[in-house]
């Protein structure tokens, strides 16, 4: 059974600051995505990782994905009050037919003026 | 830009009662997906479906849930009988043929928010 973990799962922060969200998966996977929720909303896509060593930034938020130690990252660098919001990523099997996502329990990421 | 559409977006029932839960994949999508996010929990895969057939289901999606693509467009969720603990956040999601143009994402709709009381 693929799982997939993230720490930390709260997450405070100043403005200005910054901070790093890992995320680890227990089985053999190319692909990890991470995506953003607003209270109430929809998922947002921000990042897909389809390699080892892949790097993705836009604007403060840089992903990377190491795939033969199972970790993701999302950076966060100088941190704004608009990026408060809750960061998932996720999973699907390689090699499994219907590319289906298995998620993180998620990261609340509160920034503080 | 095209985007994946779903309705209702608030459906209240009653237990017991049958709801169906709709979406609108983008147009040129071939793989549909639902998922369902409990009030603050994280997002748990449902069922994916591709050429008119379920392709892969979870523990959650027992005989209670039935999905159909009744035409070209729509693509919905059925629950039997609604539970309470059925009550949850419904995201219906979809993508064009996996790995084409390096296409993986999965574009979510903005949900349904089942309540059964």
Sequence with gaps: ELKVEQNPLFLSMQEGKNYTIYCNYSTTSDRLYWYRQDPGKSLESLFVLLSNGAVKQEGRLMASLDTKARLSTLHITAAVHDLSATYFCAVDLSGAGSYQLTFGKGTKLSVIP | ?117
């Design chain 2, 1 to 117: 830009e095209p985007e994946v559409t779903q309705t209702p977006s608030h459906q209240v029932t009653q237990m017991g009662q049958e709801v169906i839960l709709r979406c609108v994949p983008i147009s040129n999508h071939l793989y549909f997906y639902w998922y369902r996010q409990i009030l603050g929990q994280k997002v748990e895969f449902l069922v994916s479906f591709y050429n008119n057939e379920i392709s892969e289901k979870s523990e959650i999606f027992d005989d209670q849930f039935s999905v159909e693509r009744p035409d070209g467009s729509n693509f919905t969720l059925k629950i039997r009988s609604t539970k309470l603990e059925d009550s949850a956040m419904y995201f219906c999601a979809s993508i064009p043929m996996p790995g084409v143009f390096f296409i993986f994402e999965q574009y979510f709709g903005p949900g349904t928010r089942l309540t059964v009381t």
